[in-house]
């Protein structure tokens, strides 16, 4: 049975939050469709809010994190440091919210979804493991999901909320909101969930028919051309099942299937 349990702010080991805007700590989770049911009934009891939660690996999720923050595109100079209580640290992780949210939306730092191609530099383990993980979704849950409530205008910005992408063969905040919103504009997925390695997307139904080939056509864009025939074919077919959508976003994404 999932339990669910409050992250009070300051809370020290083992509810340590993932950052000082995770409001709940899940364990016990059956399933990612059982999640994603759980993260719906959290944002339809306060429509003001959004939803964002962890997925592979929490403990280097948050560390990533943590440097992915540091970047200077990102980077929020903040002053009163010298108060640590929880609540002020949970002020700042407000106003640095806003902020990041508000530079991912601004034309000057936007990436074209088309530029990720080749980024990633992808080879033909990483496009089985894209198969091998949306055929079994539930692999991507860490026994530990924190869940963040968000004030963001949209689905692609809650991001913002957990910057990621901090190595150099990763792609960076600025890629992951490129790929976010044009599952988003193009192909009715939301985001809904960012691991160490992993970023979960989520649609009312799997796509089918012609939806379905245009989504293939964009993933072979941006990961190809590794991966072999049979790979990306298990990839179609496990999509064209299942409304979830798991996408690696670091340069070793295979190695933490």
Do not use: K
């Amino acid at each position: 049975m999932m339990r669910i349990e409050a992250i009070a702010p300051g809370q020290v080991q083992p509810f340590r939050a993932v950052n000082a805007l995770a409001a709940l700590q899940l364990t016990g989770i059956p399933s990612l469709e059982a999640l994603l049911v759980f993260l719906e009934q959290q944002r339809a009891a306060d429509p003001a809010l959004r939803v964002l939660c962890t997925l592979d690996d929490l403990g280097q999720c948050g560390y990533t994190s943590m440097h992915a923050s540091m970047d200077d595109r990102i980077y929020l100079e903040e002053h009163d440091v010298e108060d640590e209580s929880p609540a002020a640290e949970h002020a700042r992780a407000l106003h640095r919210l806003a902020h990041v949210a508000a530079v991912l939306d601004a034309d000057a730092h936007r990436v074209d979804w088309t530029a990720l191609a080749g980024t990633l530099e992808c080879n033909d383990a990483d496009i089985d493991a894209l198969a091998a993980m949306n055929a079994a979704p539930d692999a991507v849950l860490d026994d530990e999901v924190h869940v963040l409530p968000l004030a963001v205008a949209r689905d692609d910005l809650l991001i913002a909320g957990l910057p990621n992408g901090y190595f150099r063969f990763d792609w960076d905040i600025f890629q992951n909101h490129a790929l976010a919103r044009r599952l988003q504009d193009a192909h009715g997925y939301r985001l809904f969930g960012i691991g160490a390695s992993w970023l979960g997307f989520a649609r009312a139904q799997p796509p089918a028919g012609a939806a379905a080939g245009a989504l293939g056509a964009d993933l072979r864009l941006v990961y190809g051309p590794a991966g072999s025939e049979q790979a990306w074919q298990a990839l179609a077919t496990a999509v064209r099942t299942r409304r979830t959508l798991l996408l690696g976003y670091t340069g070793n994404f295979a190695e933490r299937d």
